[in-house]
């Protein structure tokens, strides 16, 4: 297999500067507990346009294309800056400063969109040279860009890459962007998107807790602190297709069995891939205990909610604890609705008091590579997501992928599906769990083959 051809790299501005936008976008506790992790990297394959190819032209109008973003979205054009207070604390915040995103045009002319997307297991070295911003963290914004695309051209498609800083970005605004741009590549103008303007501004948090928060640690002390990390070489990742029947057999079977209509179709979902990690993890003890992490979003659950288009992270993790023989002696329902539980549970009240909880004694979550836990699971991403609808111009894309980054051992990663409907999960797990997941026919009646 040939190797990977970087072609250019280039930086891409706003194509116009606006005395009116913002400058400076203060970071809340949301994105600053968030520095130590790895950027969001999402891409889609696409077939080759059918008309013309590949060529210096399309590579060039999604340059354009992404400029005229960058007029929209501006605070991805820029860089993370701190400031050093005297009384020893730092301050954090994205400076509007126009420095620019990245764009890598690259060639992989011996990989074929079926070599993405046909084997049963995520080809890792593929998947990683189609990223860039590989194991960059997200303090390491203030001399990186916060966003970089890779287009790569494949022998008989097109790879479109997206690396952003998860301290200025969750999935919901990761999203926002891709759809962003990929409408401006297609429609060839930005008067529709225009109109929802994104929100940058942090005034939720007024009288609530002070901005710029001010933090005991700096870039040098974040850096000095972490532990060194390589990507675990033993992990196998695949993607489990549940096709819109199957979810709703199991939200069905999930409700039935608790007497209720409270569960969801993803909540179903979720148990039904916890249980069947469970069972596959053969040196788990009856009494231990297991933990099911699921990223949430909390732009609802704040009062007044933050609109769809606010720009940031507004998103935290809660957890739903068993022991393996008390998941497994129950059925789907059970564990479904102890999912739901955990989720409901989150009031507005809450999540309100965690922020003025933080500020007082703020903390930064591990590097995902660094979890040392070998029984749980960490679900992000949402089925709700528009992927499928980052038509550049030359059709939809057929598939989406992960990068390297914020992999580990129990990590799965939710999408919808191509058909309307259905959902899949892309699984991060040991060997021996993912085979015996494999020939667990419970489990295996639920995923197209």
Not at 397 to 421: D, I, Q, Y
Request: charged letters at 20%.
């Amino acid at each position: 297999m040939s190797q990977i051809r970087v072609i250019s790299s280039t930086i891409i501005c706003p194509t116009s500067e606006n005395d009116e936008l913002t400058h400076r976008v203060e970071l809340t506790p949301w994105d600053l507990r968030l520095l130590k992790l790895e950027y969001i990297q999402k891409g889609l394959p696409f077939q080759k346009p059918a008309e013309k190819g590949v060529d210096q032209n399309l590579i060039q109008h999604l340059k354009v294309s992404l400029s005229r973003t960058l007029d929209i979205l501006h605070p991805l054009a820029g860089r993370l800056s701190q400031i050093e207070n005297e009384d020893g604390t730092t301050c954090f915040f994205i400076n509007c400063n126009s420095a620019g995103a990245q764009f890598v045009h690259a060639a992989h002319d011996g990989v074929r969109v079926a070599d993405i997307l046909d084997p049963v297991y995520i080809p890792d070295e593929i998947i990683e040279n189609l990223f860039s911003m590989n194991s960059v963290l997200n303090y390491e914004g203030t001399s990186k860009p916060l966003l970089a695309v890779q287009v790569t051209e494949l022998a008989d498609g097109i790879f479109i890459g997206c690396s952003i800083n998860h301290a200025v970005a969750d999935g919901t605004s990761f999203w926002h962007f891709f759809n962003t741009w990929s409408h401006i590549s297609r429609s060839g103008s930005d008067d529709t998107v225009s109109q929802s303007t994104p929100v940058f501004g942090r005034h939720f948090l007024d009288g609530l807790i002070d901005l710029p928060v001010r933090v005991p640690f700096s870039q040098i002390q974040i850096q000095r602190q972490l532990i060194q990390q390589t990507p675990s070489s033993n992990l196998l990742q695949r993607v489990f297709h549940f096709p819109k029947e199957k979810v709703a057999q199991l939200k069905a079977k999930a409700n039935a069995e608790m007497s209720t209509s409270n569960i969801s179709s993803l909540q179903a979902l979720m148990a039904h891939l916890w249980r069947a990690t469970t069972r596959g993890r053969c040196d788990l003890k009856s009494n231990e205990e297991i933990t099911y992490r699921i990223a949430i979003g909390l732009r609802q659950k704040m009062k007044p909610p933050l609109p769809d288009l606010y720009m940031g992270n507004a998103l935290r993790g809660v957890s739903t604890y068993s022991t393996a023989s008390d998941l497994l002696q129950h059925g789907l329902g059970w564990a479904a609705l102890k999912i739901n539980k955990a989720i409901s549970a989150m009031r507005p009240e809450d999540v309100t008091r965690e922020l003025e909880d933080w500020v007082k004694a703020p903390s930064i979550r591990p590097n995902l590579r660094a979890e040392t836990s070998v029984h749980g699971l960490l679900t992000g991403s949402s089925p709700r997501f528009n992927v499928y609808g980052n038509d550049f111009g030359w059709g939809r894309p057929v598939a989406v992928r992960s990068g390297s980054a914020n992999k580990m051992n129990g990590k799965l990663t939710v999408f919808p599906g191509a058909e309307e409907g259905s959902i899949d999960f892309e699984v991060c797990l040991l060997p021996e769990t993912l085979h015996a997941m494999e020939n667990d026919a419970e489990f295996m009646e639920a995923v197209l083959r």
